[in-house]
């Protein structure tokens, strides 16, 4: 499945005027939803001005709707959320591949309306535009940001003598000793929202924040030592230990849990934050550990079956460096290929991660422990899952049908690139299974 197509005829640059809405915004509403639910894009298109569909041909409208339904789902509610402020008209500025960009050039102010717009499988904001004649101007989608989320956002910071740790906690609306879930991010430079600069712009851990903080449970999400707002660290690169993540999060743990406005403490890690979580949660008893796209097997080895998807030469060369680190000798001939992971500076932290076992680790837990897992994860195979569930035989496995590593759903036909294209898709709702398991553990 092709990555999210925010739709767009056109886009207003201000959302004001909606003091005057009048019914004909209604109208035009119910008939797109009806439309879009019934797979009747081309319907959607005649409801255009002259203007729009001079701009944008009908084949476009309806590949970028089909999109839109397969990622979506259907449209259920409409919720105005428009301000009631007056602006100047808009007019055609510029046309894009996503759409077109309106200024003031147009003769007769149209009626903006600006929507929450709930979905099956997440919420977006719909920006639509009818004119005198009940025409669309303008229709687009967005992504939603809950006004109240601001005001539950709150810094956070942890002094360590080598490394300050900082992170985000959102707080629910409610009041009282609430649930709080850790949230520990996966492997490289991926930051407090799941981003990196490696390419990944997902989203996806503020988006489980967020959405746990309208189910009353608070949420902290951190930037690792080296990432983010904690590359303050005085340690050089070279002294970098896994050990290192694993000491920050206990120590994250016991700042949580000593804080008063906490019931409970539930750690859930992602990809590589996966084995720092369970080994974290061993060291310090928390209520519950949730498991999110985590290897079962060695690092070493699941790198050398990423590895194995490459040319057979590149494979062997990586083999012998793998199991030299395995091993605890650094390696000093370090193939070209290779140097982003295996450079001389970072090979401690890897010797040093390569000597856990998840199995060994997960089956240390007393505490409740759930596993999930994506189908269509190219990063982690589900098989990995099942090696945990294995040797952690009370706990629960939750399998998601399409998920991929960055917790966004994909078709289960979609190509290797077309699952990739989501990595950096921070429109793309995560999967409602990873938000319903934590939810039910944190409660």
Not at 41 to 69: F, H, N, P, W
Not at 320 to 342: K, Q, R, Y
Request: glycine share 8%; with cysteine.
């Amino acid at each position: 499945m092709k990555r999210l197509l925010l739709f767009a005829l056109g886009m207003v640059t201000s959302l004001g005027a909606f003091a005057q809405q009048t019914s004909a915004n209604g109208t035009v509403l119910e008939k797109v939803k009806t439309c879009f639910n019934s797979g009747k894009y081309d319907s959607i298109y005649s409801m255009c001005s002259d203007r729009i569909k001079s701009l944008i041909t009908a084949e476009k409208m309806v590949q970028s709707m089909t999109g839109l339904y397969a990622q979506m789902g259907a449209i259920q509610t409409f919720e105005d959320q428009t301000p009631a402020t007056d602006v100047p008209p808009a007019r055609i500025k510029s046309r894009s591949a996503k759409g077109v960009l309106l200024d003031d050039r147009t003769e007769e102010k149209p009626t903006v309306g600006n929507y929450k717009t709930t979905f099956t499988n997440g919420v977006l904001i719909l920006m639509i535009s009818v004119n005198a004649d009940h025409k669309l101007e303008a229709l687009r989608f967005a992504p939603y940001t809950d006004p109240s989320a601001a005001k539950a956002v709150s810094n956070f910071v942890m002094n360590t003598p080598s490394c300050n740790i900082f992170g985000t906690l959102t707080m629910p609306e409610k009041g009282g000793k609430v649930p709080v879930v850790l949230i520990i991010a996966g492997s490289g430079p991926t930051d407090r929202d799941g981003n990196s600069h490696l390419g990944v712009h997902a989203d996806t851990y503020r988006m489980i924040s967020d959405s746990l903080r309208k189910e009353g449970i608070a949420c902290l999400r951190y930037d690792k030592r080296g990432v983010g707002e904690s590359k303050n660290s005085s340690q050089n690169e070279s002294e970098m230990k896994f050990d290192d993540y694993v000491e920050d999060a206990v120590s994250l743990i016991r700042k949580l849990k000593s804080d008063g406005r906490f019931s409970k403490v539930i750690v859930t890690g992602h990809s590589e934050g996966s084995l720092i979580g369970m080994i974290a949660a061993g060291r310090e008893p928390v209520a519950g550990y949730v498991s999110l796209a985590g290897a079962g097997e060695r690092a070493n080895k699941v790198l050398k079956a990423q590895f194995a998807q490459g040319e057979p030469a590149m494979v062997s060369r990586a083999g012998v460096m793998l199991d030299s680190l395995v091993a605890g000798h650094t390696v000093t001939n370090t193939d070209p290929a290779f140097e982003s992971l295996f450079r001389r500076d970072v090979q401690p932290y890897l010797i040093s991660w390569f000597q856990y076992d998840p199995q060994t680790e997960i089956a240390k837990l007393k505490i409740p422990v759930s596993i999930v897992q994506g189908t269509m994860d190219i990063q982690v195979p589900y098989a990995e899952a099942e090696l945990l569930k294995k040797e952690k035989k009370d706990a629960r496995i939750i399998p998601v049908k399409g998920m991929n590593h960055v917790l966004k759903r994909v078709d289960d036909l979609a190509t290797r690139e077309e699952n990739i294209a989501t990595y950096s898709d921070n429109k793309l709702p995560v999967c409602t299974e990873v938000i319903r398991e934590l939810v039910r553990i944190a409660k």
